[in-house]
């Protein structure tokens, strides 16, 4: 079975910078698209930034110029560099896999079990 551990999240002050982690464990062959999804309470779940098997990168508006996302794929990993975080970006953090091929076969997505990233003075 595919399992997400992710890590980095915690407390920082506005303006402040934190690294999350995403790691999968198991017989990974393939990962098309790795992902971070954020939801703050009372909102929905909502894209952050993604990253493609070929390198290509999407972002939600709202972090474009503050946020990087990459990825290890020699270690079924992604990462996500949170720059000059503003109150506005507390919420959950929840990696996404999309379309993965492992030793069970193809599996549409995989979701880590989130980590909380506040951003408060």
């Known amino acids: 079975q595919v399992q997400l551990v992710e890590s980095g999240g915690g407390l920082v002050q506005p303006g402040g910078s934190l690294r999350l982690s995403c790691a999968a464990s198991?017989?990974?062959?393939?990962?098309?698209?790795m992902g971070w999804y954020r939801q703050a309470p009372g909102k929905q779940r909502e894209l952050v930034a993604s990253?493609?098997?070929?390198?290509?990168?999407n972002y939600a508006d709202s972090v474009k110029g503050r946020f990087t996302i990459s990825r290890d794929n020699a270690n079924n990993t992604v990462y996500l560099q949170m720059n000059s975080l503003k109150p506005e970006d507390t919420a959950v953090y929840y990696c996404?896999?999309?379309?993965?091929?492992?030793?069970?076969?193809?599996?549409?997505?995989?979701w880590g079990q989130g980590t909380q990233v506040t951003v408060s003075s």
């Open positions: 990253i493609t098997s070929d390198e290509s990168t």
């Open positions: 198991g017989t990974i062959f393939s990962i098309y698209a």
């Open positions: 996404n896999l999309d379309h993965v091929l492992w030793e069970g076969g193809w599996e549409l997505e995989y």
